[in-house]
């Protein structure tokens, strides 16, 4: 039976791998998060285009007309 005081490697190494594998997870943890917010960002650049017309105030834009369109609902 061995009675040594030294620790096995695994009981020696683990606190480098426990940091190591908490670097790797915070690093994963930020670039994802990174992402997500970049994508979020450039989503709404791509979506939401304004113009220089207003299509507000009854007034219409230069260049159009306004056209109505009879309708009749078939409720």
Do not use: Y
């Amino acid at each position: 039976m061995n009675t040594s005081t030294d620790a096995s490697p695994f009981l020696r190494t683990w606190p480098r791998r426990l940091w190591r594998w908490a670097a790797v997870a915070l690093l994963g943890t930020v670039a994802v998060l990174t992402g997500c917010s970049t994508l979020d960002e450039k989503q709404r650049a791509w979506i939401f285009q304004p113009t220089d017309r207003s299509w507000g105030g009854g007034h219409a834009a230069e260049g159009m007309s306004e056209v109505w369109i009879d309708f009749t609902s078939q409720e």
